[in-house]
């Protein structure tokens, strides 16, 4: 018979546990400057040509932020965004592409390789940026907001595979996520209902 004090412990232990974690997530949220992140502006992250970026540059603008790879199944959701861009960005839209290399090692190549396979197969033009993680220890600190603001399936935070997409209101907000197999056409709706916003 399990007695009533190990029965406490382990509640206990459970507990201080699931604080912990908390914690941690919480001060995950953090922006690099030190202050309580409530925006992507509270973020910067490296370009694919090795420049370091504010991306409160894209204030003001509705964003789409997708994690990404060159050799996955779901590459050419490439072509969709692309074209998505081009539909929007004179209107205030723009795609922010974020290669990694997490899931099944689909995206092993430089980023002047990545570069060069996005623009010549998909003539990509939207921005992209450096090769990032998107979970555990070392996930880009504005993938851990975008997670925590955005939880996914079974309300889960944890990012599933490449494609992963983001979608970011002119305050800065993410205010939707889709998932990988969500086709970037389908996104055209709630793209236009955010670009109506003032």
Known sequence: ???ANTIKNVFLSLLMIGLGVAILQGSARYAQGGKMATTIYDYSAKRIDGEEHSLAEYRGQVVLIVNTASKCGFTPQYDGLQKLYETYKDRG?????????????QEPGSEEE??????????????????IEVNGDNAHPLFVFLKSEQSGLLNTEMIKWNFTKFLVD???RPV?????????????ADIEKRLNEK
């Open 1 to 3: 018979m399990i007695k």
């Open 93 to 105: 839209f723009t795609v922010l592409g974020f290669p990694c290399n997490q899931f099944a090692h």
């Open 114 to 131: 990545i570069a060069n396979f996005c623009r010549l197969n998909y003539g990509v033009t939207f921005p992209m940026f450096a090769k």
């Open 170 to 172: 002119r305050q800065g």
């Open 176 to 188: 939707k996520r889709y998932s990988p197999q969500t086709k970037p056409e389908e996104l055209t």
